[in-house]
T-cell receptor, first 111, second 114 residues
Framework: AQSVTQPDIHITVSEGASLELRCNYS??????LFWYVQSPGQGLQLLLK??????LVQGIKGFEAEFKRSQSSFNLRKPSVHWSDAAEYFC?????????FGTGTRLTVIP | GAVVSQHPSRVICKSGTSVKIECRSL??????MFWYRQFPKQSLMLMAT?????????EQGVEKDKFLINHASLTLSTLTVTSAHPEDSSFYIC??????????FGPGTRLLVL
């Protein structure tokens, strides 16, 4: 069955440290891939997306993600985390015109 | 660009009443709108997909007579929770997409049914 997996439920990093959030998917072809961020009690904001082309995509707020076909992964990275980055992050995949979400990774940033 | 609004942002109602939630695309025409439900500390669950001018397509397990969706124009979709019960309390989020694959999300509506 098709699925989107975010292995890490909760990650804690120190402010200024680097960050990588993992996302794996299981689909036959290359789907459209997205990362969304959700602040507490808020809706979702699109960070970045990958449709085709360059496998390293740049997003807003200093985030980037790399699509690796061989690993069926689309990991989100940021070189230096800010306290305001504390939120829930969702990886998502478009498949058959529907958007499927991972279960999310909660990011805590400590001073 | 690509701003989606929802109204109200939060609503409290009595059990048995109906609640309408609006979702608007403010600066683009949304040919497709989606309604999601999010339970505490969980991911989003797609409830239904609606295309402008046609009936919504509901996901398996979602009661279409309870969650009425109307997509009357290219900028407005409404979700009406009919005869709401406490178990309907949740965070409801809409999203809208134009001609591309990207969905833009509204800020969400928190519903509490007493």
């Amino acid at each position: 069955a098709q699925s989107v997996t975010q292995p890490d439920i909760h990650i804690t990093v120190s402010e200024g440290a680097s960050l990588e959030l993992r996302c794996n998917y299981s689909y036959g072809a290359t789907p459209y891939l997205f990362w969304y961020v959700q602040s507490p009690g808020q809706g979702l904001q699109l960070l970045l997306k990958y449709f085709s082309g360059d496998t390293l995509v740049q997003g807003i707020k200093g985030f980037e993600a790399e699509f690796k076909r061989s690993q069926s992964s689309f990991n989100l990275r940021k070189p230096s985390v800010h306290w305001s980055d504390a939120a829930e992050y969702f990886c998502a995949v478009v498949w058959s015109n529907n958007l499927f979400f991972g279960t999310g990774t909660r990011l805590t940033v400590i001073p | 660009g690509a701003v989606v609004s929802q109204h109200p942002s939060r609503v409290i109602c009595k059990s048995g009443t109906s609640v309408k939630i609006e979702c608007r695309s403010l600066d683009f025409q949304a040919t497709t709108m989606f309604w999601y439900r999010q339970f505490p500390k969980q991911s989003l669950m797609l409830m239904a997909t609606s295309n402008e001018g046609s009936k919504a397509t509901y996901e398996q397990g979602v009661e279409k007579d309870k969650f009425l969706i109307n997509h009357a124009s290219l900028t407005l979709s409404t979700l009406t929770v009919t005869s709401a019960h406490p178990e309907d309390s949740s965070f409801y989020i809409c999203s809208a997409s134009g001609r591309g694959e990207t969905q833009y999300f509204g800020p969400g509506t928190r519903l509490l049914v007493l």
